[in-house]
C-alpha cells in the first residue's frame, strides 16, 4: 500500500510538472485593437503604427497580433483617449497634447514651444524622469503611454504676407492648436483649429491668413507652397513625439516576453518615425526648392520671438502655479533641458554652426 501510495504521488507530481511545462500556453495568441487618430494611409502617422504592428507578429513568431483601425473606421480621430480608456481599444496612437482639455498634464509630453529637441526628449523620457512623469499622469486613468514617433522640429507655418514686426501678428487669424495658440494669442494673434482635411480652402479663402502643420513631407501634400509664399522656421513644437497608448488591463493580460516584444516593437517604431521624418523632409524640401521657387524660408524677427518666449514663459509659470504636478512636470524638464542643451550648444550646434561658415565661404 505505501509504495503504491509512492508511486501514485510520484505519478501525480510528474503530471504536474508535464502540465506546467506544457507547450500549450505558449502557443496561445493574443489580438490587440489599435485606433489611430490618422486615416487610412496616412504617410509617416500611419506607417509607424503598421511598422509597429509588423515587428510585434514577428518577433512573437506571430502569438502577438494588432489590428489597426483608422479614423474612417472608428470616426472619432480625436476620441482616441476615451476609446482606450474604456476598453472599446486595447490601444492607440495619437498625440498625448490632445488630452489637454481632459487632463491638462497630457500637455507636456508631446513637445513644448522653446522646448527640448527630440534628442534632447528622448533622452529626457529614457534616461530623465520623463517616463516616470508621464506614467504619473496616466496611471490614474488606466492607461499606459509610450513615445510613439517624432516629427522633429516643426516649421512655422505658411504666411501669405511676410511678417516683419510684432505689429504684423495684430489680429491675425491663424490655424495654430495647443499651448503654442495660447501664446500667439498674448502676442495679438487670433488661432483656430481648423481640420487637416479643410485648410487648404481656409487659407486660399482667407478665412485664415496663416497655418501650421508639420513640415515639408506632410505640408507638401497639403499644396499651401502653391498659395503661401513665407514659410518662417520652428519654435513652437521643436520635437513633436507621438504616442501609443495602451489600456492596463490589456498589458496586464499578456504574458511577461510579449510585454517585452511589444515595449520594444513600440521603442523601434518610434525611432523608426523620427528617421523616416528626416528622410522625407530632407526630399520634400529638395521638391519645393526645385519646384515652387516661390517660397521663401523666413525666421520671426528678433521682437517677435522675444514676446513669444516672454509670453511662453508667463503662461508656463501661471500653469506650475495652478497645479503641483505640473510645477513638478515644468520643473523636471526646464532642469533638465538647462543641462542637456549646454552640451548641444558645444556638440551638435558648434558643428552645424561650424560646417555652415564653412560652406558659404567654399
Ligand atoms: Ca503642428
Known amino acids: 500500500m505505501k509504495i503504491r501510495s509512492m508511486i501514485a ?5 510528474l503530471v504536474t510538472a508535464v502540465l506546467a511545462s506544457a507547450p500549450a500556453t505558449a502557443a496561445e495568441t493574443y489580438t490587440l485593437r489599435l485606433a489611430e487618430t490618422w486615416g487610412p494611409n496616412f504617410p509617416i502617422f500611419g506607417d509607424t503604427t503598421k511598422n509597429m ?9 506571430g502569438r502577438l497580433k494588432i489590428r489597426i483601425d ?3 473606421k472608428h470616426k472619432a480621430p480625436l476620441g482616441i483617449f476615451d476609446m482606450v480608456k474604456a476598453g472599446q481599444y486595447d490601444m492607440g496612437h495619437s498625440a498625448s ?3 489637454k482639455g481632459k487632463v491638462p498634464n497630457t500637455l507636456f509630453f508631446t513637445s513644448m514651444p522653446f522646448g527640448m529637441t527630440a534628442t534632447e526628449q528622448y533622452a529626457w523620457f529614457y534616461f530623465g524622469d520623463g517616463m516616470k512623469l508621464m506614467k504619473e499622469v496616466y496611471e490614474p486613468h488606466g492607461l499606459l503611454s509610450f513615445p510613439g514617433g517624432n516629427t522633429g522640429v516643426q516649421m512655422g507655418g505658411w504666411f501669405r504676407k511676410e511678417i516683419k514686426s510684432l505689429d504684423d501678428l495684430k489680429g491675425l487669424k491663424m490655424r495654430i492648436p495647443g499651448f503654442a495658440g495660447e501664446v500667439f494669442s498674448k502676442v495679438g494673434v487670433n488661432p483656430t483649429n481648423i481640420a487637416p482635411g479643410e485648410l487648404y480652402t481656409a487659407l486660399e479663402r482667407g478665412t485664415i491668413d496663416a497655418t501650421e502643420w508639420v513640415g515639408p513631407a506632410l505640408d507638401l501634400r497639403l499644396g ?3 498659395i503661401a509664399d513665407y514659410y518662417y522656421t520652428g519654435w513652437h513644437e521643436p520635437a513633436t513625439e507621438l504616442q501609443f497608448l495602451i489600456n492596463e488591463k490589456s498589458w496586464n493580460k499578456l504574458p511577461k516576453d510579449l510585454q517585452e516584444i511589444l515595449r520594444v516593437a513600440m521603442r523601434t517604431a518610434a525611432y523608426d518615425m523620427y528617421i523616416q521624418s528626416t528622410d522625407a523632409n530632407a526630399k520634400a524640401w529638395a521638391t519645393i526648392q526645385q519646384d515652387y521657387p516661390n517660397v521663401k524660408v523666413k525666421t520671426f524677427p528678433d521682437d517677435v520671438i522675444k514676446a513669444m518666449y516672454k509670453a511662453n514663459n508667463e503662461l508656463l509659470a501661471e500653469t506650475a ?3 503641483p504636478l505640473a510645477r513638478k512636470i515644468i520643473d523636471s524638464q526646464e532642469k533638465y533641458m538647462k543641462d542637456a542643451r549646454a552640451y548641444t550648444n558645444i556638440s551638435d550646434r558648434a558643428y552645424l554652426n561650424t560646417m555652415y561658415e564653412l560652406n558659404k565661404t567654399q
Open 97 to 99: 497634447y490632445y488630452w
Open 321 to 323: 502655479a495652478g497645479d
Open 70 to 72: 483608422s479614423a474612417n
Open 224 to 226: 499651401f507652397q502653391q
Open 9 to 13: 504521488t510520484a505519478a501525480a507530481v
Open 53 to 61: 504592428a509588423a515587428m510585434a507578429e514577428k518577433m512573437s513568431n
